[in-house]
C-alpha cells in the first residue's frame, strides 16, 4: 500500500471511530478517532500536515485562548486548520489536521510535553511560547527540565520562527537556541518559577522591565514587539490598538504574542487585530453567566 493510501485510509478509519463515538454518546469523537489514525499509520501527522504553514502554541497557561485568537487572524488569508476542542496531544492534532485536509494553514495548541515530537513532525513555520511554570507535576515534570528539553528543540528548527515572551525567564533560555527568535515584550513579570538563572543558577534580578542573572551574562533580550496597555507597539513602529472584549492583562498579552505570530506568517496587524475584538470568551473560560433568583 501506498504511503499516500495508507494515510488516507488510516484518516477514514479514525474518522468513522469518531462517528460510531459520537453516535453512541460517548464524547465528541476527535481524539478517539485521531488515536486511531495513529495507530495504523504511525506517520501520519507528518502526512497530513505536509504542504501546510503550521504555527505551534504552546506554554503552561493561555495555549488555548492565543490559538483561537491566531486562527481568527490566519483566517483573514485562508481557512485554518485548529484544534479548537483544545484537545492537544497528538491524536487531538492528527484529528485537528484529519477535519481540514485542504486548509492551507494550521494552527495547533500543543502540550509543551510534546512540542519537540509534533514540531519535529510538522516543521512548523512559527512557534508560539507563551510561558512556562510548575504545573501538573506528576505528568509533566520539573519546569526546567522542559525548559531544556524545548531550548534543545529549537535548536534544531532551523526553519521555524520562535515567537517568544521576553518576560519570561525560562522561556527566553529555551527560546535563545532558537535560530529566527522573536521577541515580545508582555510587560507581565513572570518570575515565581525563576528566581534563579536557568544557565548557571545566579540569582535572577528585576528592575522594572529587565531582568538579569547577577553572575553570568544572561538577560532580557530586547523585545521587537511590546505591549502597553491596550496598544501594541510593532518593529515597524505602529501601534495597533488592541481593544479586547475579553478582559485582563493575561489577555491582552496572548493578544500581542498571537499578533506577532500572525505578522511572522504574513498578516499584516491591524486586519488581525481587529479579528480580535468580537471574541468573548473561549471554551467558556471568560464567560458571564447570569443568574435569576427564584
Not at 501527522?45 to 485568537?69: C, H, W, Y
Not at 492534532?93 to 495548541?109: F, M, R
Request: net charge positive; with cysteine; aromatic share 4%.
Amino acid at each position: 500500500m501506498s504511503t499516500r493510501l495508507r494515510t488516507r485510509a488510516s484518516v477514514a478509519a479514525g474518522r468513522l471511530t469518531a462517528w460510531f463515538s459520537r453516535t453512541a454518546r460517548l464524547g465528541r469523537g476527535g481524539v478517539i478517532g485521531g488515536r486511531v489514525t495513529l495507530r495504523l499509520d504511525p506517520k501520519a501527522l507528518r502526512r497530513l500536515g505536509r504542504d501546510r504553514t503550521v504555527v505551534i502554541v504552546t506554554g503552561t497557561n493561555g495555549k488555548t485562548t492565543t490559538s483561537l485568537m491566531l486562527t481568527r487572524a490566519l483566517e483573514a488569508l485562508a481557512e485554518v486548520a485548529h484544534n479548537g476542542d483544545g484537545a492537544n496531544m497528538p491524536d487531538g492534532l492528527v484529528a485537528a489536521l484529519a477535519a481540514a485536509p485542504e486548509a492551507p494553514y494550521a494552527v495547533l495548541e500543543v502540550d509543551e510535553t510534546y512540542v519537540p515530537w509534533v514540531a519535529e513532525q510538522v516543521q512548523p513555520a512559527a512557534l508560539v511560547l507563551l510561558n512556562l511554570s510548575r504545573d501538573q507535576l506528576d505528568r509533566v515534570g520539573e519546569v526546567r527540565m522542559m525548559e531544556r528539553d524545548l531550548r534543545a528543540a529549537f535548536a534544531g528548527l532551523s526553519r521555524t520562527v520562535v515567537v517568544a515572551n521576553c518576560d519570561d525567564v525560562l522561556v527566553t533560555s529555551a527560546a535563545s537556541a532558537a535560530a529566527r527568535p522573536v521577541w515580545v515584550g508582555t510587560g507581565r513579570r513572570w518570575s515565581g518559577d525563576s528566581v534563579s538563572c536557568p544557565r548557571c543558577g545566579g540569582a535572577i534580578t528585576h528592575t522594572d522591565r529587565e531582568w538579569r542573572c547577577a553572575v553570568c551574562a544572561f538577560a532580557r533580550p530586547e523585545a521587537t514587539w511590546t505591549l502597553d496597555g491596550d496598544l501594541v507597539h510593532t518593529p515597524g513602529g505602529r501601534q495597533v490598538d488592541l481593544d479586547l472584549r475579553l478582559p485582563g492583562e493575561a489577555n491582552r498579552a496572548n493578544a500581542a504574542l498571537a499578533l506577532a505570530a500572525a505578522h511572522c506568517v504574513g498578516v499584516a496587524p491591524p486586519p488581525p487585530a481587529a479579528r480580535l475584538r468580537p471574541l468573548t470568551h473561549n471554551g467558556g473560560r471568560d464567560r458571564t453567566i447570569r443568574r435569576t433568583p427564584h
